[in-house]
C-alpha cells in the first residue's frame, strides 16, 4: 500500500491565489502546542508583536523587541507543518528606512524559518515594502488601527470613518500596488472594508472589519478567553479558558490544603516493603 506524501506547507503565493474563494483562517500563535492545535485549522499563523501584551504583561506592543519574535517564531515554527508562519516586525525595526527594514526582516526569515513578514503603514509604507519584496521577502501589509501608531493615533479607534475612509482606501491601494501578497485590515467600518476587499488584487484578512473580507484573524488568546484583561468588540469568546484555568487551580489549593491530593493514585509504592 502506497502512503500518502506529507502535507505541504502553505505559501504566500498560495494565499495571494486565495482571493475570492474560501475564507482565508488565520489566528496567532506564540508557542509550539498552541502552533500545532491552530496548524490543524488555520491557512495562515500570525506570530502578532502581540504577544508582549498576552504573554509578557507589556500595555502596548511597543516595547516588544527582535528578539522576542525570534524566540516565538522559532517555538511556533516547531509546531507548523500546514500553515503559512508569518512574523510580525517589531516597532522600530522598519520604520527608518528600507535598508533597514530588509535587513531586519531577512533577520526573522532567517533565524525563524517563517514564509513572510508582516509590518504596519500604507502609503508611507509602500517604498519600503516594494524594496523588501523585490529581494525576495513576501510581505503582509496591516492598514487601518496600527497599534504600534497606537499614541499617533490617539488611541484605539476605529479608523476610515466618514472622510478619513479615503485615507485607508489609499493605503490599501498602495500596499497592494508595492506587492503585498495580502493585507490586514483593522478596526474599520463594515462597508469600508467590503468596498476595499472588491477593489484591490490581494486578499484582504479582517480583524474587527467584515465578513466579506477574504479571510480573518483574531488574537488566539482573546478568542479562547485566556486573555480577559479587556474584550475588544470585535472578539467572540468561543472559550473561557482563563475562567476554567482558575477553577482548576482553586480545586487544586483546596485538595492541597486539606491534603487530598495526592492520592494514593498519585503516590509511587516500594515493592520491596510494600508501601
Request: hydrophobic share 45%.
Given at each position: ?97 528600507p535598508a533597514q527594514a530588509f ?81 490586514v485590515l483593522e478596526k474599520v ?87
Amino acid at each position: 500500500m502506497s502512503q500518502s506524501a506529507p502535507q505541504k506547507s502553505l505559501t504566500a503565493s498560495d494565499i495571494r491565489a486565495r482571493k475570492g474563494g474560501s475564507p482565508l483562517v488565520c489566528l496567532t500563535a506564540y508557542t509550539t502546542p498552541v502552533a500545532q492545535l491552530a496548524d490543524r485549522e488555520c491557512d495562515l499563523v500570525l506570530v502578532g508583536d502581540s504577544v508582549g501584551m498576552v504573554l509578557h504583561g507589556m500595555s502596548s506592543t511597543l516595547n516588544v523587541t527582535m528578539e522576542m519574535m525570534i524566540m516565538h517564531g522559532r517555538a511556533v515554527a516547531r509546531g507548523l507543518d500546514r500553515a503559512l508562519m508569518v512574523v510580525d516586525m517589531p516597532f522600530a525595526s522598519y520604520e527608518e528606512s528600507p535598508a533597514q527594514a530588509f535587513r531586519n526582516a531577512a533577520r526573522l526569515m532567517a533565524e525563524t524559518g517563517a514564509g513572510a513578514v508582516k509590518l504596519e503603514g500604507g502609503r508611507h509604507m509602500a517604498e519600503t515594502i516594494r524594496f523588501i519584496v523585490d529581494r525576495g521577502i513576501p510581505v503582509m501589509a496591516h492598514i487601518g488601527l496600527t497599534p504600534q501608531a497606537v499614541n499617533a493615533l490617539g488611541g484605539y479607534k476605529v479608523q476610515g470613518k466618514g472622510s478619513d475612509a479615503d485615507r485607508i482606501r489609499d493605503d490599501a491601494r498602495a500596499v497592494a500596488e508595492a506587492g503585498a501578497f495580502s493585507v490586514v485590515l483593522e478596526k474599520v467600518p463594515a462597508v469600508l472594508a467590503d468596498e476595499i476587499t472588491a477593489e484591490i488584487a490581494i486578499p484582504t484578512v479582517g480583524i474587527g472589519a467584515s465578513a466579506g473580507c477574504d479571510g480573518q484573524i483574531l488574537v488566539i488568546d482573546d478568542m479562547l478567553g485566556l486573555f480577559d484583561a479587556f474584550k475588544p468588540k470585535f472578539v467572540k469568546r468561543y472559550a473561557h479558558l482563563a475562567a476554567d484555568a482558575a477553577g482548576a487551580i482553586r480545586t487544586y489549593a483546596e485538595e492541597v490544603r486539606a491534603r487530598s491530593f495526592p492520592a494514593a493514585e498519585h503516590v509511587f509504592v516500594d515493592e520491596r516493603s510494600g508501601s
